[in-house]
């Protein structure tokens, strides 16, 4: 269990953040609802510029410490503007807006995170992400 909790800090210590920017460097096509994704819980991860990242969605219940099970694979991005990746963030690639970020999944690490998405459960590139584009993290 994190120790950040909003008993410590609040339930938003955040007064204001930068986007988060990268860029697609694979488009995945795929689905599945036997993933078993593990979010953690922690309500942001820091994203260094060069790290690449994995992004995936669900429509399912995807809070702190929950297991989720119905994945659309997204997109790896590479970050080009680094900075902080919040729960409840608006998540667009090009012209793609892709839903908010519910959750991380540390199975990959160190090798990449999974960001979990919340939203309409379409993989890459049936949602029409294309290679190279722009990915912004914003706060909503």
């Excluded at 269990?1 to 995945?28: C, E, F, H, I």
């Excluded at 029409?128 to 912004?136: C, F, H, K, T």
Aim: charged share 20%.
């Amino acid at each position: 269990m994190s120790l950040y909790t909003p008993q410590l800090y609040g339930p938003d210590p955040y007064a204001s953040k930068s986007p988060v920017v990268g860029r697609v460097v694979a488009v995945l096509r795929g689905t599945t609802e036997q993933r078993g994704l593990q979010i953690t819980s922690y309500r942001s991860r820091a994203v260094p510029v060069g790290e690449i990242h994995e992004l995936m969605i669900t429509d399912e219940d995807a809070s702190l410490e929950s297991t989720v099970n119905r994945v659309a694979l997204l997109a790896f991005f590479e970050i080009t503007s680094g900075g902080v990746v919040l729960i409840g963030d608006r998540v667009v690639a090009g012209e793609v807006d892709l839903g908010v970020v519910a959750g991380f999944d540390e199975t990959h690490m160190p090798n990449h995170q999974n960001i979990c998405l919340l939203g309409t459960w379409l993989d890459g590139a049936d949602v029409g992400i294309e290679l190279d584009a722009v990915v912004q993290i914003v706060r909503e």
